[in-house]
């Protein structure tokens, strides 16, 4: 800025939860910007939602509905991944959480120079001007149609506005909280006037009343806030050779209010600019002090309390001020407090529809906004501002620098991460869609397979594929008509197998009945009777019946080689049967007989067991 010849650089320190509104069409609607899980608000990213698979029209009828509960049963599971960010819900509310003005770049919160300067600005405004020169300037101010104040500090379209001597820059922070805040609210009638709390009537509907009791939820609104202990930085700077060119150049523009108290705002140390600030905020609270303390209401003594803690921290030497500013300034503090003495309440304005007390017949302020925040009650919107020392700003942009340092770091590290995790995104993608070409392919041959009513061949590839695929699933092949198929199959092998192994069983038992039997049989003695001892096979007839009987009975065409000797030892012995002792007719034999014992041995065995026969 031309004409700067001071700079200032502020430390901000938080002494009680401070919100800056972004505006009211920044504000979080629950169901919409934002859901409540488990006692955790989680900040919604509607891009970050599309792109885990929520569709968007089932975003946009829950949106159109605030159906919170719709909405999680979406998310479930990915709340984390669909949000910007998390943070603890103090207290249920109906209202919309009003949200703190933040960095486009980085999305840090933001004291902004301008809320810093306005605050500055009500404190002037009762510095410099006495009260009977402000009520001159609100009546000429009314004649004129214009604001009061420009008869004070001059008019920014003239050019002559005081404040634009004073810049401000804005200063980050590293993080908000949510902070309940309920109003503190007056009742009664006449100069009976009690203490109380605003509160929502139970059916809801718009309704609220007040009484002696504090209830956290019920008429209470969440602001997204700064907390105690939190810094920040700023420059102030202030232009006194551009104040003094623009004074010698422009008298005509001059107000009928004095001046004097203006230029050494910009000319002393800004320990003078600090103990200005100091005054009115200690006056401010004792006012508010006596206020609380006449009209007392359940845990307005912690009210009490936190000012006390907070007059403790006034200087006296202007070494650093604390100022009162943003949401939950109220009506005293935001018109710079120049028309009240004190703030009681001596009757009530019902002209409009928000009544306002009154205070010897001007409006007055009956209510408060109180934050609610870590267990304790205290006024909002107060700060502690310090300027650094050499040594301190020299320090803190060593840690500025520094802390670019590691975050450009971290930046470097995530984008990296983000790199090798498209890597191996890619990677999954590429083996998700390769088992996908497998498993269809597989699929494919299944289906063949039943086509061909390989049915075992099938259902053995479709659990295989099932073991090697236990992601997928697939509706092409009917695995109840297939399993229905193998069974069927399974049990009419069984049935064949069965009769064949029934089969093979009973010839075999016939073969081992017969195998070693016919010697048995043509050797064959009576055990009694007159014949006792005698064989029972005594001519050739009977020989060859019990010989085709044991040829039937084993299943065989002729006698096997092993049961030869049986029939050779029993042909020699009918031949040479020593009992009968009758003349074969060998010729007769050779046509009838020995035809039949051929068929029993074969021609050639039969030939040699005749020639063998006859030598003798």
């Given at each position: 800025m031309e004409g700067i010849n001071k700079k200032y650089n502020l430390e901000i320190e938080v002494l009680t939860p401070l919100s800056i509104g972004a505006g009211q069409e920044k504000d979080w609607v629950r169901g919409v910007d934002f859901v409540v899980d488990k006692g955790t608000l989680y900040k919604l990213n509607l891009k970050k939602m599309i792109a885990n698979g929520i569709k968007v029209d089932d975003l946009t009828s829950c949106f159109a509905s605030k159906d919170e509960e719709r909405l999680k049963l979406k998310l479930a599971g990915n709340l984390d991944d669909v949000s910007d960010f998390s943070m603890p819900f103090p207290a249920e509310t109906d209202n919309d959480v009003k949200a703190f003005v933040k960095n486009q770049l980085g999305g840090n919160p933001v004291l902004t120079g301008s809320s810093l300067k306005g605050a500055i600005r009500s404190v002037l405004l009762d510095y410099i001007a006495p009260k009977d020169e402000i009520v001159n300037a609100v009546s000429e101010a009314n004649q004129r149609r214009k604001p009061f104040e420009s008869f004070i500090f001059g008019s920014s379209n003239d050019g002559d506005e005081f404040m634009r001597f004073i810049k401000i820059s804005d200063a980050e922070f590293?993080?908000?909280?949510?902070?309940?805040?309920?109003?503190?609210?007056?009742?009664?009638?006449?100069?009976?006037?009690?203490?109380?709390?605003?509160?929502?009537?139970?059916?809801?509907?718009?309704?609220?009343?007040?009484?002696?009791?504090?209830?956290?939820?019920?008429?209470?609104?969440?602001?997204?806030?700064?907390?105690?202990?939190?810094?920040?930085?700023?420059?102030?700077?202030?232009?006194?050779?551009?104040?003094?060119?623009?004074?010698?150049?422009?008298?005509?523009?001059?107000?009928?209010?004095?001046?004097?108290?203006?230029?050494?705002?910009?000319?002393?140390?800004?320990?003078t600019l600090f103990g200005i600030i100091n005054q009115h905020t200690k006056d401010y609270l004792e006012k508010e002090k006596a206020f609380f303390k006449k009209y007392y209401a359940e845990r307005s003594n912690e009210i009490v309390d936190s000012i006390d803690v907070l007059l403790s921290q006034i200087p006296s030497d202007g070494s650093y001020c604390v100022l009162k500013m943003s949401a939950g300034s109220g009506f005293h503090s935001i018109t710079g407090d120049w028309q009240f003495n004190d703030f009681y309440i001596n009757g009530l304005d019902t002209s409009k529809k928000v009544s306002r007390g009154l205070l010897d017949g001007n409006k007055s302020a009956k209510s408060r906004k109180i934050a609610d925040w870590d267990g304790n009650l205290s006024l909002m919107g107060f700060v502690k501002l310090r300027a650094l020392s050499e040594e301190e700003v020299k320090r803190l942009e060593e840690n500025r620098q520094a802390e670019r340092q590691r975050k450009e770091q971290e930046r470097l590290a995530e984008l990296e991460a983000i790199r090798i995790k498209a890597e191996e995104t890619a990677k999954e993608q590429r083996e998700m869609e390769e088992r996908k070409k497998q498993f269809e392919q597989s699929l494919a041959e299944i289906k063949q397979l039943v086509d061909a009513e390989q049915y075992e061949d099938a259902l053995s590839k479709y659990q295989s594929l099932c073991d090697a695929f236990p992601e997928q699933k697939q509706t092409i092949i009917d695995v109840d008509y297939l399993k229905g198929k193998v069974a069927q199959l399974q049990m009419e092998r069984a049935l064949k197998e069965n009769a064949e192994r029934q089969e093979q069983e009973r010839l075999q038992a016939q073969k081992e009945k017969a195998e070693g039997g016919l010697s048995k049989l043509l050797n064959e003695k009576y055990e009694f009777g007159p014949n006792e001892g005698n064989y029972k096979v005594t001519s050739f007839k009977v020989c060859a019946q019990k010989v085709s009987s044991w040829l039937k009975a084993a299943s065989v065409a002729e006698v096997p080689i092993e049961q030869q000797s049986a029939l050779f030892d029993t042909v020699k012995r009918l031949i040479a049967n020593p009992d009968k002792k009758e003349k074969i007719n060998w010729n007769d034999f050779k046509n009838s007989a020995w035809q039949q014992i051929s068929k029993f041995v074969g021609s050639d065995t039969a030939s040699q067991w005749l020639e063998e026969i006859t030598k003798k």
């Open positions: 590293d993080k908000t909280e949510l902070v309940n805040t309920k109003i503190f609210n007056l009742r009664g009638n006449g100069n009976n006037w009690q203490g109380g709390w605003k509160h929502q009537q139970t059916n809801r509907d718009g309704n609220s009343f007040t009484d002696e009791h504090f209830k956290s939820t019920g008429f209470n609104t969440l602001y997204e806030s700064l907390t105690p202990k939190q810094k920040g930085y700023a420059s102030l700077m202030m232009s006194l050779e551009l104040y003094d060119s623009y004074e010698k150049n422009n008298e005509k523009h001059r107000t009928h209010i004095k001046t004097e108290k203006k230029r050494p705002i910009l000319q002393n140390d800004i320990r």
